[in-house]
């Protein structure tokens, strides 16, 4: 097990003695150097030597042989500084060492509440940092938590696993269950599914409905982890046009089209772009699959008054970095993908014959479809008459997005079908018999058969593949989800109506040049709804390698790619290790090495392991050379070098006997692990201006099942800053009356700087007067009065405090046996809130003259 091969717990060693930073003061250096010999640096930050003890105490005596907590902090504003200063930003991080007995999973949760937030220290937004598997809330009462970081509000963060194990260096999602036919909010017209795995393993499917209005909710987001909605509900959610969260209810403002394909951003999996309607144009919207929010929608053309207008939108097509698509004027429309900007130049010239562009109908429905082989993007048209300014037979178009033109060969649209009384759903690639695309078809329904129709990239005829024509005249087909492997080429095409019944599912094998083989001709799926499927679309996990459909009776279901079969008896799972993301102290040698992988909670009787996989690479797609799956279910994983694969991707492929081991209370994972110190929680806080602030701490809490435990108090002392130090000066006067009760403490004098000439005659007894005074905003501590002259000001003043704002005068009298005497006073101060050690700071010296008959000593 990991738990044995993990290195003792390593306690906190010195660090070296930071040097001082540029431009700090000698006082403040040597301040920094004095309060560093009382502190021990920990593995990232500062400890004060009785927290050190603390932590040891802690870890060993309050929590025996239950799970631990150790914290620590960095002054991520002055890296290595023994002191923080007013302002600065604190990384806290507490260290979880998982001491579960046993492999078994358990949910552990991670409390740390912000001492003094808002006052002594605040939160920094967005520096919450979590180990992969764990999930972090926010809250701004220190009870309630929520999904979403509260900011500077924030007084406490937490951290859950819900599948926390000994040692915790590994990540452990879900093996997929097989996907049985579930009846979700889906809706009629529900449209093809898009397959999103969240960060902590969760695979959903999204889907949005098809030739919806603006204002209708349309979104629809299903779990098939779970088999239930997703959280975030309710479900169907409607789209908008402004960047946020889904709102509820019909309130949208971004229609949908009648055929429609998406486009996953290539950068960020969570971002899916989809065309769209409003009532004044078209255009591409974007959703935020992990966030479950819009996020905005670029305009690429406007409804037109005559004679074509843009309703609506087919596409999208993804070529290089731009999106393409097709307006019911034929024109081709087109969006950058970085910036989300409308493409120089677009709209551009039409490449097919406009269908329901009459003006007047905002979101009146483009019959067709869109797709792209090579630079080249294929559209498909069916212009009938009713709505259309130009009705005809269904064709098929041309753009080459490398001159932003129609193609050669195609300078006028190519014929799909033999008159205005045929129409088409879709457009797709055709592929030649090494798998390699080489043109485009489209199915067109209205005859006696469903015709379908190819042409290749040069715009010449190309053979057709025969099996729609199977189907009957009524039947509807729509665009097939291709599956490429290292051996096959596939095209599954959804079909129902007509021939096509409730739905059916019709393969074609490209390589082949047949209708694939072991796979029903059409297959129909009678374990699904009873066979009530009427498929728009499938969707390719190519982790289960199994096809997810969606159609329009609102049924979820999955089928097995080489046998039709439903539900697919596949299982598996895809997750990248990244060890250093486990740690956010800044330090290094956290990681030592890879282990292994393995399945856990599954019988492994009840897996075909001949026909099953575990594939292990680099998160680049990279190939990394490994042991395969072995009898007991793991993968060895010691000879991977950390170094050299600082992150691995691994993905399990698993084909089952049954499905007995999915229960709901036994849930198979694909766990990959790696030796390391125990994970951290890492958050940040900025130090208060305010000059009372003059440390901060943090304690953190956690509960598994070896019980509650408590980790050690951290304390980072905050030295004062230049603009919090004391003010202190000194003001040396002179009694200039006679009478000595004038000149006694508290008297009225006269106080000056110089005695009156003649006052003491030759020789006599001075009366000074030293008032010190602070002006600073703190206050100042062990104030002593510095006169060499007459020692007795000092012993009179001793040592004192003065706050701030405030002053202290001092009396004392000397015989003067000669004059004049010019007598010189100043004062010494530290901060009350200096560190101990702290070198004292001396005021600006003052004096007064005692003269004489003859003084001619010039005033000070």
């Not at 500062?46 to 025996?64: I, K, N, W």
């Not at 304390?715 to 000595?740: D, F, H, R, Y």
């Not at 015989?815 to 101060?829: D, E, G």
């Amino acid at each position: 097990m990991l738990n044995s091969q993990r290195p003792p717990h390593r306690k906190p060693t010195p660090n070296p003695e930071p040097a001082p930073r540029p431009g700090r003061s000698l006082r403040a250096a040597l301040a920094a150097a004095l309060t560093t010999a009382l502190l021990l640096l920990g593995p990232g930050g500062l400890v004060p030597a009785s927290g050190r003890a603390a932590a040891d105490t802690a870890t060993a005596a309050d929590t025996g042989s239950g799970s631990a907590l150790v914290k620590s902090v960095q002054n991520a504003t002055h890296p290595g500084a023994a002191t923080a200063e007013h302002g600065d930003t604190l990384n806290w991080t507490v260290q979880y060492d998982n001491r579960t007995p046993g492999d078994a999973a358990a949910p552990a949760t991670v409390t740390d509440p912000i001492a003094g937030a808002g006052a002594g220290q605040s939160y920094l937004p967005g520096s919450l940092q979590v180990p992969p598997g764990w999930t972090p809330s926010w809250s701004t009462d220190g009870t309630t938590f929520g999904p979403t970081d509260t900011g500077a509000a924030t007084v406490a963060v937490r951290a859950e696993n819900p599948v926390a194990r000994a040692g915790g260096t590994e990540v452990s999602p879900l093996l997929l269950a097989p996907v049985q036919p579930t009846a979700q909010a889906t809706g009629g017209d529900g449209y093809t599914p898009v397959l999103y795995r969240t960060p902590n393993g969760e695979v959903q499917a999204w889907s949005i409905y098809h030739h919806a209005s603006p204002a209708a909710a349309k979104v629809v987001c299903s779990s098939l982890t779970t088999g239930q909605p997703c959280t975030g509900g309710p479900w169907p959610r409607p789209l908008n046009t402004a960047a946020g969260p889904l709102g509820t209810g019909n309130t949208g403002d971004l229609g949908s089209p009648l055929t429609t394909k998406y486009v996953i951003d290539p950068q960020q999996s969570n971002l899916l772009y989809y065309p769209a309607n409003t009532a004044t144009g078209v255009g591409i919207g974007c959703l935020d699959l992990a966030a479950h929010a819009n996020c905005g929608f670029t305009a690429l053309a406007a409804n037109g008054t005559s004679p074509s207008s843009a309703n609506n939108i087919a596409g999208l097509a993804k070529v290089g970095d731009n999106l393409y698509a097709v307006a019911n004027t034929g024109q081709v429309l087109c969006m950058t993908l970085p910036g989300r900007t409308p493409c120089a130049g677009q709209p551009y010239a039409p490449i097919v014959a406009a269908n329901h562009d009459l003006p007047g109908n905002p979101g009146a429905l483009y019959q067709g479809g869109l797709t792209a082989v090579g630079d080249k993007v294929f559209a498909s048209s069916a212009p009938q008459g009713s709505g259309s300014t130009a009705p005809g037979a269904p064709a098929l178009g041309c753009f080459d997005t490398s001159t932003n033109a129609v193609c050669a060969g195609w300078s006028t649209p190519h014929t799909a079908g033999p008159s205005s009384a045929y129409y088409t759903y879709d457009a797709f690639t055709a592929y030649d018999t090494a798998g390699h695309p080489n043109g485009v078809c489209t199915s067109t329904v209205g005859g006696a058969n469903v015709l379908t129709t190819c042409y290749a990239v040069d715009g010449t005829p190309l053979t057709a593949p025969g099996i729609l024509g199977t189907l009957n005249g009524a039947t509807l087909t729509f665009d097939p989800e291709t599956v490429v492997t290292d051996t096959t080429t596939r095209s599954y095409f959804p079909a129902w109506g007509g021939s096509g019944g409730s739905g059916v599912t019709l393969c074609y094998d490209w390589r082949a040049a047949a209708p694939c083989a072991g796979f029903p001709l059409p297959a129909t799926h009678p374990t699904a709804n009873g066979g009530t499927t009427r498929d728009y679309g499938y969707s390719y996990d190519s982790t289960t390698r199994c096809l997810i459909g969606l159609g329009d009776a609102g049924i979820l279901f999955s089928m097995d790619p080489a046998t039709a079969a439903s539900p697919c008896q596949h299982s598996g799972a895809t997750v990248t290790l990244k060890p250093a993301s486990f740690y956010c102290d800044g330090g290094s040698g956290h990681v030592q090495a890879y282990t292994r992988a393995r399945l856990t909670d599954l019988d492994l009787t009840h897996l075909d392991l001949s026909a099953s996989r575990v594939l292990v690479a680099d998160p680049d797609g990279t190939p990394v050379a490994t042991p395969g799956l072995a009898p007991d279910g793991t993968v060895d994983l010691s000879g991977v070098d950390p170094a050299a694969h600082p992150a691995l991707t691994v993905t399990a492929q698993l084909v089952l006997t049954t499905t007995g081991d999915f229960t709901a209370t036994n849930h198979p994972m694909l766990v990959v692990e790696y030796r390391g110190d125990a994970p951290q929680i890492c958050f940040r806080t900025t130090v208060a201006a305010s000059c009372t602030t003059t440390s901060v701490s943090n304690t953190a809490t956690g509960t598994d099942t070896t019980g509650t435990f408590t980790s050690n108090t951290v304390t980072a002392p905050v030295a004062p800053g230049t603009g919090c130090q004391p003010k202190v000066s000194v003001e040396k006067e002179i009694c200039g009356s006679l009478n000595s009760h004038d000149c006694a403490p508290g008297g009225p004098g006269p106080w000056a700087k110089t005695s009156p000439v003649g006052l003491l005659g030759l020789l006599g007894t001075a009366h000074w007067r030293i008032t010190v005074t602070n002006a600073g905003p703190v206050d100042a501590a062990t104030v002593t009065v510095n006169d060499p002259s007459t020692p007795a000001c000092r012993s009179a003043a001793g040592t004192f405090a003065l706050a701030a704002g405030s002053s202290r005068q001092v009396y004392c009298d000397s015989l003067l046996l000669a004059l004049p005497v010019k007598n010189t006073a100043s004062a010494s101060f530290v901060a009350a809130n200096a560190p101990a050690g702290t070198v004292p700071t001396t005021t600006a010296p003052s004096a007064a003259v005692a003269c004489s008959l003859l003084c001619l000593l010039a005033v000070p």
